[in-house]
């Protein structure tokens, strides 16, 4: 974080979830060890949208840090993923993954000259993997049971065996109905290709995931704004020195839980009820706002490849409460077809 840190202002994207609330105990740990001008926290509020409320748990944070620069941007317009932010970014970079990236303008603008730190992979990285179920069971985390036996076994069972086994929970969880049969089989053997390939040892696994190509590819998004915009951005918790150190303090089979990592790494930076959350907060509905909602109930079918995309299911999940986000580029693919 320190090449963050020596080019003020340090904005930290602060929401209050573990990821983003470590990145920000961490920097102001260090800014205060080197001398440095503290970060300044930047979260993005949704009024009125209960499931993206984090207010508690970010006073909780910034009480506990000591943090006396917090910005807080009552924005829903900003997040909409056809607000007024979004698409002045739209026009100016086309489409982007992730489609996000044209919501989060503001903060590169709070940052303009200086540099940005977020939160991004804590999820993937801090995580146990294949192999959790073993060390979990081994340090009497999880009985050994019928159950866990089943789990330990998928685990060490050959490729073939496990993709039989994952691709129906992988069609469960993700759905996407909107794309045409074919494209929609491909997609899936693809997710559960890249997911019974993962590797063996923790270690490897979590070393190789800033290389996924959606995690590459949306990094370089990222990156590219920023630069455009005289900003640094770091994504401390997916840099090599990081997952460096991390690996070699774990063994192959990984961390035991989420939880326990959190608290056995930085268990002295931040309250033991945020090391332990197990919440998250949702944001899809600020997503598909005011305007996006206009958008779609005025879709003419225009932007969509209909040998890939089903246009009448497609529609159906934008009339949802809470459209899928995989949905989202298909909002700025559709919206550039016809406004653009």
Request: aromatic share 6%; glycine share 8%.
């Amino acid at each position: 974080m320190l090449p963050a840190l020596l080019r003020p202002p340090c904005i930290v994207e602060f929401s209050g979830g573990r990821d983003s609330s470590l990145v920000l105990a961490i920097a102001a740990r260090v800014a205060a060890r080197e001398g440095l001008p503290s970060p300044v926290a930047f979260t993005q509020q949704y009024p009125g949208l209960a499931e993206a409320n984090e207010d508690e748990w970010q006073e909780l944070v910034i009480s506990h840090l000591g943090v006396s620069d917090w910005v807080r941007h009552p924005g829903l317009d900003d997040a909409d993923l056809l607000g007024s932010t979004a698409r002045r970014s739209l026009r100016k970079w086309g489409l982007v993954w992730p489609p996000s990236a044209h919501t989060r303008t503001t903060e590169l603008e709070l940052a303009r000259g200086g540099s940005l730190l977020s939160g991004e992979g804590g999820d993937e990285v801090l995580s146990p993997r294949r192999l959790g179920i073993l060390r979990q069971v081994a340090g009497r985390h999880v009985p050994l049971s019928k159950a866990s036996v089943k789990q330990l076994a998928l685990a060490l069972a050959p490729r073939r065996v496990r993709a039989a086994r994952y691709e129906p929970l992988i069609d469960a969880s993700v759905g996407a109905h909107w794309l045409s049969p074919e494209a929609r089989q491909h997609f899936l053997d693809e997710l559960t290709d890249d997911y019974v390939k993962e590797p063996m040892d923790w270690r490897t696994a979590v070393v190789r995931h800033p290389h996924h190509r959606g995690i590459r590819v949306g990094a370089d998004t990222f990156a590219s704004m920023a630069s455009e915009a005289d900003v640094l951005r770091v994504d401390p918790l997916l840099r090599p020195e990081f997952l460096g150190t991390l690996t070699s303090a774990v063994g192959r089979t990984g961390v035991i839980g989420r939880t326990s990592a959190m608290r056995q790494f930085f268990g002295d930076l931040l309250p033991d009820a945020v090391l332990a959350r197990t919440s998250k907060a949702h944001f899809n509905r600020a997503f598909f706002g005011r305007e996006t909602r206009a958008f779609v109930a005025e879709w003419t079918g225009a932007g969509i490849d209909s040998t890939l995309v089903d246009a009448d299911r497609l529609r159906l999940e934008w009339e949802a409460e809470s459209p899928h986000a995989l949905t989202h580029l298909l909002v700025h693919s559709c919206w550039l077809a016809s406004d653009g």
